[in-house]
């Protein structure tokens, strides 16, 4: 089992190319933690005041933002393809997260197939309290036009 903890060595080994991110990534600010090949991958977003609702937790569609930033890097990593679309995603919060705390997402591949990949993931806070966990499916759209 092939594990990564820095995105340097996923470049050298061929696995990722370059560093360029969606907007998406870069506004959700998504630091690489882990991942391990073709199981897994963990990241962190920072729990911004412009993420956050007026009690000052962060809202409902950043967290589901970031589950599905890291579900669609995982996918990628897992299958070398950017052609591919969320079919539906399904997350439930478990507790909110405040400001200036940190979320750590970590997603699992639970089936590959040649069109549909399932996945399902986890988001916590830096006390490792479940914040949310989330389903998803995504399909493959063997589109050769990239």
């Known amino acids: 089992m092939q ?6 060595s996923m470049i050298a080994d061929g ?4 560093r ?3 907007n998406c990534v870069e506004i959700m600010q998504q630091q690489f933690v882990e991942y391990i090949v073709g199981q897994s991958l ?11 609702n007026p009690r000052k937790a962060m809202q409902g569609g950043f967290i589901s933002a970031a589950f599905d930033n890291t579900f669609g890097l995982l996918v990628y ?3 070398n393809r950017l052609d591919m679309a969320t079919i539906d995603m399904d997350v439930n919060y478990h507790r ?4 200036n705390d940190k979320l750590t997402v970590t997603v699992y591949i639970r089936s590959l197939g040649k069109t549909i990949i399932h996945l399902i993931g986890e988001a916590f806070n830096s006390d490792k309290q479940i914040i949310a966990s989330a389903t998803t499916n995504v399909t493959l759209l063997n589109d050769k036009s990239e």
Do not use: K, W
């Open 15 to 18: 696995i990722i190319q370059g």
């Open 42 to 52: 963990t990241c962190d977003y920072p729990v911004l005041e412009i993420y956050s």
């Open 20 to 22: 360029a991110n969606p």
């Open 77 to 79: 990593l897992a299958t």
């Open 3 to 8: 594990i990564y903890t820095d995105l340097e």
């Open 96 to 99: 909110p997260i405040f400001e």
